[in-house]
């Protein structure tokens, strides 16, 4: 590609926008349930200084924050901040910030978003730290849980319902053919900390939790020296001669072995939960046949695209059988989390011009269309109360209008998802597609 070549994840609404902004007067259509009360608060990369299109890849972008204050049937405020790593920080005029660093890797996390132990913070995978930022999206600094960290951490760690601790699988170049597992309490401490001996050194993007499981996926993309010294952009890439499987840590044993079965070739970048099922563990999730070719940019150039499987691991016997619940495309698996860990019988997926419902006890997929040209992001999943029954609440997520070259938030009720939106938050500016983001509920 030459410095002259189009990136496509530099066009159209990919490409970053170039101002931090605070609206305070935003329009809305319909009603904002009055329930909630809280952030709907949505990561993605968004380059501070502009780049080169021939050496720029889609996840090495720094981090920007968006978010929306709902609160009492209104919405209070939307926000754009960058997340202030060092070159972020210099590039903006502004002193650095405190916080220790891993490695060097001074990185803007620009994948995921979460609330824990009372700390906003941005994450990101393959060695950067967390950044703690405050309830207004200000970067506040990078942490690594009070020394708990010995590398990075992951964009997808799962919090327990039940215990409050959160779950991760992280890698990191430096560990070698190794991933590390780690359990933060609901206090915000490192309590394990585990390696896990890997055959090469996997790109793994998430993880599942189970009642008695954690699950690795060690999958045929993986960090390739050979890749790197030709100065590819990312130094993961598909290997055809890598062997596919998952592993299971016992949670009543995190220092015992773990349990490896092997599974076709494929790559998961999201589950969208697990459970024990006797002595059987499932895996509901989203399964590209390939990723990551050399040459690679961003995720779409593959040809392909992720469908909903099943996987249901025969942990005695040592094999895993799968089955084909949806080949519709679809990606961003959510469910309720209330039930991670557990048996779920609903699930939710972005597809590319709307949102999917589906209920895995009857069967039926119910679907609605934002409508050409528009599409939306990750729809996130918010119960209307602590104690309502699974499904009894509302589907968050940003949509982007191409013909109004402007995003909204819109809110939909789960239980109804082929009706629509019962509000949209206009935003009448754009944000970027991104990532990940969740709802942070207002303490109570």
């Not at 009492?72 to 790593?85: D, E, V």
């Not at 327990?160 to 430096?174: N, R």
């Not at 010294?229 to 062997?243: E, M, Q, S």
Request: charged content about 25%; proline content about 7%.
């Amino acid at each position: 590609m030459s410095a002259s070549t189009t990136n496509p994840y530099l066009e159209g609404n990919f490409a970053p926008v170039t101002d931090e902004v605070t609206l305070t007067e935003l329009r809305v259509t319909g009603t904002i349930p009055e329930e909630l009360n809280g952030r709907y608060l949505r990561n993605g990369p968004n380059p501070v200084v502009a780049p080169d299109p021939a050496a720029y890849h889609w996840f090495l972008g720094d981090g920007m924050i968006h978010g929306l204050r709902l609160e009492g049937g209104r919405a209070a405020w939307y926000r754009n901040r960058w997340i202030r790593s060092t070159p972020v920080a210099e590039a903006l005029g502004e002193p650095a910030l405190p916080g220790p660093v891993n490695n060097g890797m001074d990185f803007a996390p620009n994948t995921n978003v979460i609330g824990h132990a009372g700390a906003t913070l941005a994450i990101v995978e393959a060695g950067a730290l967390p950044f703690e930022l405050s309830d207004e999206l200000d970067s506040l600094g990078r942490t690594d849980f009070g020394g708990g960290l010995d590398g990075g951490y992951t964009a997808h760690p799962k919090l327990d319902p039940a215990t409050g601790e959160l779950h991760a699988v992280s890698y990191f170049w430096g560990w070698g053919n190794q991933v590390q597992y780690t359990v933060v309490d609901r206090d915000g401490t490192v309590v394990t900390r585990r390696m896990v001996e890997t055959t090469g050194g996997p790109m793994v993007h998430d993880m599942s939790l189970t009642e008695r499981y954690a699950v690795v996926y060690d999958l045929p993309v993986v960090f390739d020296l050979d890749v790197l010294a030709t100065g590819a952009r990312l130094p993961y890439v598909w290997h055809d001669d890598y062997p596919a499987r998952v592993g299971l840590i016992d949670r009543r044993d995190v220092d015992g072995p773990v349990r490896w079965l092997d599974v076709d070739p494929c790559y998961v970048f999201h589950p969208m939960n697990a459970y024990d099922d006797g002595d059987d563990v499932v895996i509901d999730l989203c399964r590209w046949d390939r990723m990551f070719e050399p040459g690679h940019v961003g995720p779409f150039e593959q040809g392909n695209h992720s469908t909903l499987r099943r996987w249901t691991l025969d942990v005695a016997g040592g094999k895993v059988r799968e089955d084909v619940i949806d080949d519709l495309p679809q990606e961003f698996p959510r469910v309720d989390e209330r039930l991670t860990g557990r048996k779920h019988r609903y699930g939710y997926a972005a597809t590319l011009d709307g949102i999917i419902k589906h209920d895995f006890e009857t069967g039926a997929v119910d679907r609605y269309d934002f409508g050409t040209p528009k599409s939306q992001n990750e729809a996130v999943f918010v119960p209307r109360a602590a104690d309502a029954a699974e499904d009894d609440g509302w589907l968050v997520c940003l949509t982007y209008d191409g013909a109004s070259d402007t995003s909204a938030l819109a809110i939909t009720h789960a239980q109804d998802v082929a009706a629509g939106p019962v509000a949209t938050v206009h935003l009448d500016r754009r944000v970027p597609f991104g990532f990940h983001g969740n709802w942070i509920a207002d303490a109570v």
